[in-house]
């Protein structure tokens, strides 16, 4: 059968904005040059928005993980103590990377699908003074639950600690006020809900972060993110910028600032909402709670059916593309993404082929239940908008 | 609410598959360039297999109409009686090019919605033995029928007359053997089943047919076809073509050789039998028969509901493009096009927010009927399949 375009609907890299294509394939500038310098410092003030910050947001060439690496090399130094809460593949990810710069780390841990309870991180903090900074992730993508920042904030603001928090995918979807919840560094990448491809990654840092920054003394260069701030002062960057992912960055926020932060959160909770409820009318259950669900990601498990041939029907049928389960989930949940450039129809059209893929390997779903679950879901929405 | 990219599910201009705007995008060459000239040549060469045809393709910038004049202008001779076939705005706009070049028009009318009987066709030529030429429409786009070319084309040919077919929205989504069925000229334009943009249009002409161009004295110039079969001869064009869609239109041929051109033609009748169910499912009224739907466009009769604000929701809500009725339809039918670079996927999606968009304008339609149909169309079409 003949493919439309292959639909991106896992949780990143996602789906590029046509005009933000358009952005990406301008022809090539200077990067030294006054233009570039313009829209740099532009840009990067641009994006306190998203950050919900006053502080500058620093712009690196690399992936989420260099930006985790960078949260990581400015505010570990060797021997120092940190607590890591994880339950997930991506909190797992903070224990390596701080591991590698000698830091001694104390896991807090919830299983997978669950989330981390703000008082046993209050209860970490009072039991190891000791600890200097708190790692945790706002969306795990793995399993698709969004932790509770605002309250593990509030636990770690009742001390010293740092609180660093993976917002990769999560951020410029969901709701993250930085400095109102007292977060000291938010470092999240460009091919999330930011809409460009992979290559980007983004931090923003407390003045409390900035002074313990200062003071680290772990071995860093490119990730030293002094440098970063020193020369965004002067409208540049220390190392060669990717040009192109500026631009692009420049289009994104366009777009970002003509839908407006909160109608882009009230979308993504939309967007989760019809996926959850075309779940449950679907009898797929559903990895996390309700409370626990991210706006960006739902996953499901399998439930009597091969969860990889699920994949395959939809990839090769449909050209839609869902991710499965990492590490041990692997075959046992899938999940679909829906964040940055997608809207309540793209989820009407990833669940009407989602019903087909299901009967296709023999799940005994109700054809059509999904998609006028979703729908209603919308509908209400909708409503509810009109009468608000 | 943001909204991903307009997505037109009108019948025609359709969407642009990324490969042919990338091919589109290519920088600008010498039209009289050794290798334009190899490429024009072998585009051409290559499109005699969407024309199911022996002869040469004749490729003139210019839309759908232009090739239609460029019909008239090359078969008609001033005084010359003509008959057309007419059902539909398409079919009318025929007489008004014939009569524009001083041909003296006969009309077989069938009421819109409504296909022309053949025996109509044969009846009329045995009346007037003067009909140089028949002017038939394949597909009138705006009542969504679909004429019986084969059945015309038999009653034609048991006379010397020509028979011209207008195939603007058929041709490339729908069988129309040119050859087998005797068509001395079938017209076609680059918008619909071809997927780029306006601005081509294709003429084939069969050898009887050409010795009436030889002969022809109506004033062309721009349309003398005989100048384009010369020149294509010599692998080149009488006069600057279109660079940039001939660009496109070689990948569009790559697009319809991989697919296949049967597969083409099954995935078409497949997206046309999965909106009519779906429509049969919402109580929908389907403008034309079962027998007559045209599988690259279909028409439904509003319901009790208000046409124009329907068409209105689904633009505004979902940025889905549908076409509204033509001339006195105008307000009574939408028309939902399924030609080009659409699939399977793409009706559920469309037909999804369908159903919202009905329940938004008050139409009492059972939310998810009209996907579970659709979608029980496409997996009996896919058993179907497996066991051919």
């Given at each position: 059968?003949?493919?439309?375009?292959?639909?991106?609907?896992?949780?990143?890299?996602?789906?590029?904005?046509?005009?933000?294509?358009?952005?990406?394939?301008?022809?090539?500038?200077?990067?030294?040059?006054?233009?570039?310098?313009?829209?740099?410092?532009?840009?990067?003030?641009?994006?306190?928005?998203?950050?919900?910050?006053?502080?500058?947001?620093?712009?690196?060439?690399?992936?989420?993980?260099?930006?985790?690496?960078?949260?990581?090399?400015?505010?570990?130094?060797?021997?120092?103590?940190?607590?890591?809460?994880?339950?997930?593949?991506?909190?797992?990810?903070?224990?390596?990377?701080?591991?590698?710069?000698?830091?001694?780390?104390?896991?807090?841990?919830?299983?997978?699908?669950?989330?981390?309870?703000?008082?046993?991180?209050?209860?970490?903090?009072?039991?190891?003074?000791?600890?200097?900074?708190?790692?945790?992730?706002?969306?795990?993508?793995?399993?698709?639950?969004?932790?509770?920042?605002?309250?593990?904030?509030?636990?770690?603001?009742?001390?010293?600690?740092?609180?660093?928090?993976?917002?990769?995918?999560?951020?410029?979807?969901?709701?993250?006020?930085?400095?109102?919840?007292?977060?000291?560094?938010?470092?999240?990448?460009?091919?999330?809900?930011?809409?460009?491809?992979?290559?980007?990654?983004?931090?923003?840092?407390?003045?409390?972060?900035?002074?313990?920054?200062?003071q680290n003394?772990?071995?860093?260069?490119?990730?030293d993110l002094?440098?970063?701030?020193?020369?965004l002062a002067?409208?540049?960057?220390?190392?060669?910028?990717?040009?192109?992912?500026?631009?692009?960055?420049?289009?994104?926020?366009?777009?970002?600032?003509?839908?407006?932060?909160?109608?882009?959160?009230?979308?993504?909770?939309?967007?989760?909402?019809?996926?959850?409820?075309?779940?449950?009318?679907?009898?797929?259950?559903?990895?996390?709670?309700?409370?626990?669900?991210?706006?960006?990601?739902?996953?499901?498990?399998?439930?009597?059916?091969?969860?990889?041939?699920?994949?395959?029907?939809?990839?090769?049928?449909?050209?839609?593309?869902?991710?499965?389960?990492?590490?041990?989930?692997?075959?046992?949940?899938?999940?679909?993404?829906?964040?940055?450039?997608?809207?309540?129809?793209?989820?009407?059209?990833?669940?009407?082929?989602?019903?087909?893929?299901?009967?296709?390997?023999?799940?005994?779903?109700?054809?059509?239940?999904?998609?006028?679950?979703?729908?209603?879901?919308?509908?209400?929405?909708?409503?509810?908008?009109?009468?608000?």
């Amino acid at each position: 059968m003949f493919q439309g375009q292959t639909i991106l609907r896992i949780p990143g890299p996602t789906p590029i904005p046509p005009t933000v294509e358009q952005a990406l394939s301008r022809p090539m500038i200077g990067h030294r040059s006054g233009e570039f310098s313009k829209l740099f410092a532009e840009t990067a003030e641009r994006l306190k928005l998203v950050f919900q910050t006053e502080q500058d947001v620093a712009i690196l060439a690399g992936t989420g993980t260099a930006g985790l690496e960078a949260a990581v090399a400015n505010t570990v130094s060797p021997g120092d103590t940190v607590l890591v809460c994880t339950a997930g593949n991506f909190g797992e990810r903070f224990i390596k990377i701080v591991k590698s710069y000698g830091g001694r780390v104390l896991v807090l841990e919830a299983p997978w699908g669950e989330r981390i309870a703000p008082d046993a991180v209050r209860r970490e903090l009072e039991q190891h003074p000791e600890i200097k900074v708190v790692f945790a992730t706002h969306c795990e993508t793995s399993t698709g639950v969004l932790h509770d920042i605002e309250g593990i904030s509030k636990a770690v603001r009742e001390t010293e600690a740092l609180l660093v928090v993976d917002a990769v995918s999560s951020l410029g979807a969901t709701d993250l006020p930085m400095d109102r919840w007292g977060v000291d560094i938010v470092v999240t990448g460009s091919q999330k809900a930011f809409m460009l491809p992979p290559g980007l990654c983004f931090l923003a840092l407390s003045e409390r972060a900035w002074q313990v920054v200062e003071q680290n003394d772990s071995p860093r260069f490119y990730f030293d993110l002094r440098s970063y701030r020193k020369k965004l002062a002067e409208r540049t960057t220390p190392y060669t910028p990717a040009v192109s992912l500026i631009f692009g960055l420049a289009e994104v926020l366009n777009l970002i600032e003509q839908e407006g932060l909160q109608q882009v959160f009230t979308r993504h909770l939309l967007m989760r909402d019809m996926v959850r409820a075309a779940g449950r009318a679907l009898g797929l259950p559903l990895f996390c709670s309700d409370e626990a669900g991210a706006p960006t990601v739902t996953s499901f498990s399998g439930n009597g059916f091969d969860v990889e041939a699920l994949r395959k029907v939809l990839r090769t049928e449909f050209g839609i593309v869902i991710a499965g389960g990492q590490q041990h989930l692997k075959g046992q949940i899938f999940r679909i993404g829906h964040m940055g450039y997608c809207t309540p129809l793209d989820m009407l059209q990833v669940l009407a082929a989602l019903e087909l893929a299901l009967l296709r390997v023999g799940a005994a779903v109700e054809l059509g239940a999904g998609v006028r679950a979703a729908g209603q879901v919308y509908l209400n929405a909708k409503e509810a908008l009109k009468h608000a």
